[in-house]
């Protein structure tokens, strides 16, 4: 009899914990394998007992504590009493990374390697329309990098060069770079009547540029993340690919409010012949990046950490963006929706303006506010991505995980 008893006591036991522990088991279970953390996004978890009182996260005991901001690499342990790993989660550890809260609104002015073929149109000769492009193999979206081993730096260079008197209607080795392979190809331009000029029946371009909102500045090496999204080849509607740039403060012309259906913007204008802020390096799938020369653009007053998606709450938050003549400024939002993205993605949460202020003024989320910092308990841990076109007072930011890689 006392046997059967400690044998129900101990289901009943085990039912009780198991109840008890399942929505933790669950919290942890939406932890991605792969992701970013910080030092103090664990501290804080175990001190909060984010997962549960009994649930811990542990990092190898050995490893060597960086003050630098470069990822480690490395595997977080989340531990039941402090005994049993229930699971492993890949990290790439990041020490807290001190940063320049940004929020100005920024213009890029970026330019490619070579030139990018755009399109194609045939050519009028002397015995009818001809198009050279199509023995050659070259795509939309080709790099020509040099003509003959002579190096393209601009439009410029293919006009000048196929019409060199050494080159003029005769084949040419063309160096093409498509996606990250290089090869040669071969092309004969063809006399143009109504210009009176060889021509290759190419539209090429070498730059791209676009406006949005800057991130965050390291205060290490003022390297700065920016738009939380790519600046895209308008013709080619991919990512343009980015071989130099450079960043430039932006004159705010006007505010269009967003309604349903209707995304209202940023009016603004970028001035080239100003002295440029920066250099630009990369343009991907989470922002434009590169580095900061001119520190005119800094507000030593905000300043935060970077925060990996530990650091997200469900709750309030603020976002900073610049929408009138005072500058930038902080605005109520809340978090609605942190999801599980065990790969990267620009849609990592989902957040609601709440701020009158900025309903007053944007309506919601409007364009150019794009790489708007995302701050909550004085950590920057994403950037607005996009708005619901059907609510703007809704949209989308992304971890900064997938930013400080760049």
């Not at 394998?33 to 996260?57: C, G, R």
């Not at 970028?270 to 434009?288: K, P, R």
């Not at 900025?358 to 309506?363: A, F, I």
Request: hydrophobic share 35%.
């Amino acid at each position: 009899m006392k046997k059967i008893l400690i044998i129900s006591l101990s289901i009943i036991f085990v039912m009780v914990a198991t109840a008890f522990l399942l929505p933790s088991i669950k919290k942890v279970n939406s932890l991605p394998d792969d992701m970013v953390v910080t030092y103090s996004d664990i501290l804080q978890a175990n001190e909060t007992d984010e997962f549960s009182p009994l649930i811990n996260l542990e990092l190898p005991k050995n490893l060597d504590v960086s003050t630098t901001d470069e990822l480690t690499e490395t595997t977080l342990s989340v531990k039941l009493f402090n005994l049993f790993t229930i699971k492993k989660v890949n990290v790439r550890l990041l020490s807290d990374t001190d940063v320049y809260v940004g929020g100005e609104t920024v213009g890029f002015n970026l330019f490619s390697e070579g030139v990018i073929c755009v399109g194609s149109n045939p050519i009028q000769t002397g015995s009818g329309a001809k198009e050279p492009i199509v023995e050659s193999g070259i795509q939309d979206g080709d790099a020509i990098l040099k003509i003959d081993d002579i190096e393209i730096e601009n439009i410029q260079d293919v006009d000048r060069i196929i019409n060199l008197p050494s080159k003029a209607g005769k084949e040419l080795t063309i160096t093409i770079k498509r996606n990250d392979s290089i090869f040669d190809t071969k092309i004969t331009p063809v006399f143009d009547v109504l210009s009176q000029k060889y021509k290759l029946g190419l539209w090429v371009r070498n730059n791209a540029s676009g406006v949005g909102t800057l991130t965050y500045i390291k205060q290490s090496d003022f390297r700065f993340g920016a738009v939380g999204h790519p600046i895209v080849d308008s013709s080619l509607g991919t990512n343009f690919k980015v071989d130099s740039g450079n960043i430039y403060k932006c004159k705010l012309l006007g505010i269009k409010k967003g309604e349903k259906n209707n995304p209202g913007e940023i009016r603004s204008s970028i001035n080239l012949s100003d002295s440029s802020l920066g250099i630009a390096d990369t343009n991907c799938e989470y922002g434009v990046y590169g580095n900061i020369l001119n520190k005119s653009i800094i507000d030593a007053s905000r300043t935060a950490t970077l925060g990996g998606r530990l650091s997200v709450k469900l709750g309030d938050a603020k976002i900073y963006c610049a929408i009138g003549e005072e500058g930038v400024k902080a605005y109520d939002i809340k978090i609605i929706k942190a999801n599980k993205q065990n790969s990267a993605d620009d849609r990592s949460m989902t957040i609601k303006i709440t701020d009158k202020e900025l309903l007053e003024k944007t309506g919601g989320i409007i364009q150019g506010m794009s790489g708007s910092p995302i701050v909550q308990n004085g950590k920057v841990v994403g950037a607005v991505t996009h708005v619901f076109l059907s609510d703007p007072t809704r949209g989308y930011g992304v971890y900064i995980d997938w930013m400080i890689d760049n």
